[in-house]
Structure formats: structure tokens, C-alpha cells
């Protein structure tokens, strides 16, 4: 359609998790796509296509968890078909698989076990001391100091509490054993939240008094308060009420999922059930409960399964945190960019070192720092576009006197060799020389190399050292510049904070950073700042359309609300820039301080303005956008009926949050965004 890539992208990152057929309705209606609707008429024909192309199939897919167990070979009872891994594929779907009887699993790979298994190995390389993360002796589910962190809401880059929601819930239920995690971890579902569940059970875990359909049902539900949370209690209460087996009762439930079966399970429950001597109108309540339910089931050992590597994750963080971050740098497993993870082991006095093409390994490791602290080590392999070979050859020819020295035993192409340069990797072997000075040798030697490779067992041809070559006369790059390269290159802001550049600006603002916000009273009316961390539409049960954003200053996370009266002014902002100025108030939410925003600011445009015009012009530009008043709503937005009976907003967003950071690679520059 001659539509350049780079317009391609920005338009697929401007919207939100949305079907296809939903474009225009929400070009029509979400105040952050209001730019991209004024280009319509270029896109129109890019739209309509888009919108045909809604719910058709993209090709065959295989579960990437699924195993098919049976008790004869499974080519003698089914179709199957390669893949380009090699599995053989099923030709049916997963309920076509059970009807015929044969056992299912969905055996999940979690990402949070390397990275709990790399600090153990990190820790047993560096001090010889082998941990066994299963044994309660040495790693008690029960720790103090790491319940201390759970209750604190301390949790990034803990396994399934590190999400904003969940350091908000945490905060909130102050969990003060295991069993109270596992019911967090099944609590902060989109089907519990939006039915309200959460609340229900933080009022009872703190002092308000239970309920209960029928007292029969009490044995059932008391651990959780009356309020109903897994799969095994679903079973329960039908066994109970109706008489029924387990077995019976599990059919049963999951029954709940088929819509056609439902009618004819709610008439059998109700019969079976008052035939026992139970009231209609208690039949009629825990009915709602068990059809609900349908909609968001968590099974309770699922549950107990996601605590222990939860628990056993915040021990580590608690004890280990420079292991812990190594971890979570080689392997990635959570939501959070690797730049905040950073940021937050920092505050926890880890020492994070950047890359060094005479230190670093292909992995991330941990080392002594000078201080004799624990320090993480950050890989060569975080060097953006560097192969797995290229980055094991460096490493063996460790260590390199100079610049010509690592071309001819490391032979690295010379992109990956300007990158090196460019982040930093190479100052070890620059001596009096620039960065840029080693970019114009990498040029030199890269001409007189080319097309001549070294072969295994080839001397090196004698080229000057780089210490003793003369500096060109170029100057350094300036500390934007070479923090632009590290976000662009290493991904992370390792040499200083990306909000460093912005302190002067934000004293004369008198903006408060995250660890002043919490000694400040509700309601106060407050300026913040920071890298924007995540940005999320989540359900809510009231219908409401809420973002909910995460900002990271240096000293710690906001967590900030922006509500639908603010969404005209403030949406766009928050959805295209990377670094936000925020006015609101002060919420208090559990033992946090949280922020309500109501309005917004671009703070690189902001610093530009005071650059170029003085402190004068960042006053007007704060004068002028505050008081730009809101387009009033004609109409009240459309809302979807949740099986829970909750009215949700139809742009609620379910994407996972660790797709919605800000894109920093180009600092100075406007980031597209990613809407949602």
C-alpha cells in the first residue's frame, strides 16, 4: 500500500489490545488516538482491510505447554502432523481431545525458575555455599524478612506480586502467612477483581465479620472468609448442598463453562438440592456465586504452586538481592524493563557494573564491588545485536590491551564492534582516546581487514597499539549522548539515571520524587516526575475506563490513577512520552501513597523550553495546558456485562503489562507509545 514501515509500527503501537473490527469506534472515542483519528483519511483504505481481516484464522498454531498423555501410541489414535520444531501436532482441538478421552496437561515453562536457579548458581560459583531452594530449612516459606518485603510492597522482580495491582493489594492485605499469599495470588485475577472479591476479603482478613450462604457452608469457606476463590470450593459447596461425590461435583463445575449445558446443571442443582431441605432463596444466592464463578475459576493447588516460587523468589530478594537481579537480568522473567529492576536493587545497595569487554561474561554474574559489596556484572550479552558467538569469542580471548588487539583474536563484525564503542564496553582500552576516536580506529581497521578473516591458528598481522595511537582531536560525548547509546545499545540507563539531566528543572517546579511522596498527607495537591514504567487500562467492576501508570524517578515508584473526567487532557501525554510531569493529589492506599492525576506533561518538551527560553517559558506551558478545559462527553460511553454482572468498559485492557513501558531508546526523541 507504500505505507513506510516506521508509519506502520506507529500506528499498530498507537492502539490498545483491541480487536480489529473495533478501529474505528476507536479512533472515534479513546482521547489518546485523537492524533492518529486526524490522520484517518490517509489510512482509511489501511483501516477498512484491517477490519475485514477481524477473527479470520492466521494458520495452524500448537500450543506451546500442551502434552497429550495416552496408554498406547498416539499415532495409532490420531491425527497428527509435524511442525517446524519437529513435535508432532495434534489436528484437533484441546475438546476434541477429551472427548475421546485422553489425559491433557498444560505443563507450564516459567521463566521465574532460571532466573531463580542462576543466583543459586551464582551464589554456590562466588562463596561455595550450595542453597536448595526446596529445602525449609535453609529457605522457610515463612521468612521474616522476606514477609517484610511482601508487606511493604518491595516485590519487583517477585514472582507474581510485582505488578502494580498486585504491590497495591499487597499493601492493602499486609499478608502475614503463606496461606494469605496464596490467596492473594488467586484474588488478583480479572474475574475476582471486577466482582469485587479482593475487598471482600481484605475487610474480613482485617476484622469485619464473615458471611455465609448457609451454615452448612461455613466448613467450606471459612479460610477464605465466605468469600469464594477456587475451583475446590466450587466442588464443595455442590457436593455439600446436592449430596453428590467429589467426582460428581467436579463434572459438574466444569460444566459451568458450557454455556449450552448451563441451564440444565442449574435445574439439576435446585431440585437435587431442595430435595434435601435447603431454601430457595439460599439456593438462589449460591447459585449467582457458582455461576459467576465460571467465569474467572482459580484451582487452589494452582495456587500453592505460584506461592512457592513467589516466596521462594522474595527470600532471595530479602537475602541475595544482587544474585536475585542476575537472575532476573539473564533470563527475564517478569513485567518490569530491566532498567527498573536495576534501579530498585540499586536502592537496595546493590552496585550494578556496566559492561566490560575485560570483566563481563556472556552471562550476567555477580562479583565483588570496591566497596566489598556484592555487585551484578552486567553480560555481553546485553549488548544489542551481538551474537551468541561473537560474544563467546570475547570472552576467551580475555583480556585485551588494546583496541587492535581484541580485533584480531576477538574478530568482531564491526557493527557489534561501533556498539561496544558507543556503550562504553571498550573504555578499558582506550587509554587518552574518546569514544569517538575509537569508532574513527574501528573504521581503519575494519578497511584494512576487510575481506581477509583470521583463520583458527593465524597470527595476527602487527598493527600499532591504541594506547600509544594520537586522539583525533574529537571531542567526548556529552553525557546525553553517551546515556542515549546505553538505552539504545544496553537497553538500561547504567552510568546515571535517566532523570538526572532533569533535577535542576524539577527543584525549580518543586516537584516531590517517590521516596518524599509517602511522608505527604491525603489529599495534598503534589507535582511528580519519572520514566513512565507501565501504563494499564485494567476492568473495572464499575464500568470506568481507568490508566493507571507507573513512574520511576530514581528514588523509587508512583503509582498514579488518571480517571475519565482527566482523560481528554491527559491521554495522548501519557500514551506517546516517555518521561511524564504529573500534577495530582494524594491518595492513601493501604500502608502507600498513590497519586490521582489530573494533568500531564511531556517533560523532555518541558526541558527543551527551558533550554531554549528559560524558566519563564516551562510556567507558561504549565499555565497554558492547565487550564485547556476538557471536551465534555455528549453521550456515556458503552459498557459489556461481565459474567460476574460487573460493567466493564469496553476499552479495558488485558495485555500484559510489561508491554506497555515506555520505548527509551531514542532519548530526546517522542516515543510512539504503546496505547493500552
Known sequence: MGIAPYDVDRIAKSFPHIRAADITAALAELPELRQLAAEAGRYRLLFELAEGLDALPRGLAMHPCGVIVSDATLLDRLPVQPTPGSYPMVQMPKEGVEDLGLIKLDVLGVRMQSAMAHAVSEIERVTGKHIDLDDPQQVPLDDHFAFKLIQDAQTLGVFQLESSGQQDLLSRLQPRNVADVIADISLFRPGPVASGMPEQYIAARHGATPTYPHPDLEPVLADTYGVVIWHEQIIEIIATLTGCDRALAEIARRALAD???????RDWFHQTAAARGYPADVLTHVWKIIEAFGAYGFCRAHAVAFAVPALQSAWLKAHHPAFLLAGLLEHDPGMWPKRVLIQD????????????VNRSQTSHTVERAPDSTWAVRLALSAVRGIHTDEAERLVAGQ??????????????????????AQAGVLDSLRGPLTRRDLLLQITELHRQYRGRPLGDGQLPMA??????????????????EALNAELHILGADVSRHLM?????????????????????????????????ASTQTPPIRSGKRIIFVTLEDGSGLVDLAFFEDSHEACAHTIFHSGLLLVRGNVQRRGERNTVTGSMVWDLEQLAAARRDHGPEAVQRLLGAEANVPAAPRTEPHRTITHETGAALHPWADLQPPGQRAADLTKLGHTSPGSAG
Do not use: F, K
Open 463 to 480: 598493527l600499532d597499539d591504541q594506547h600509544t595511537a594520537p586522539p583525533s582531536g574529537l571531542p567526548e560525548m556529552t553525557s546525553r
Open 259 to 265: 454455556s449450552a449445558r448451563l441451564p440444565r446443571l
Open 500 to 532: 538526572d539531566h532533569h533535577h535542576q528543572l524539577l527543584r525549580e517546579l518543586g516537584a516531590t520524587d517517590a521516596a518524599h511522596l509517602q511522608r505527604l498527607r491525603p489529599g495534598q495537591q503534589v507535582l511528580v516526575a519519572g520514566v513512565r
Open 345 to 356: 536493587a540499586r536502592r537496595r545497595g546493590v552496585t550494578v557494573l556496566p559492561v566490560d
Open 399 to 420: 583480556p585485551y590491551a588494546s583496541l587492535s588487539d581484541l580485533w584480531q583474536r576477538a574478530r568482531p563484525n564491526r557493527p557489534t564492534a561501533e556498539r561496544l
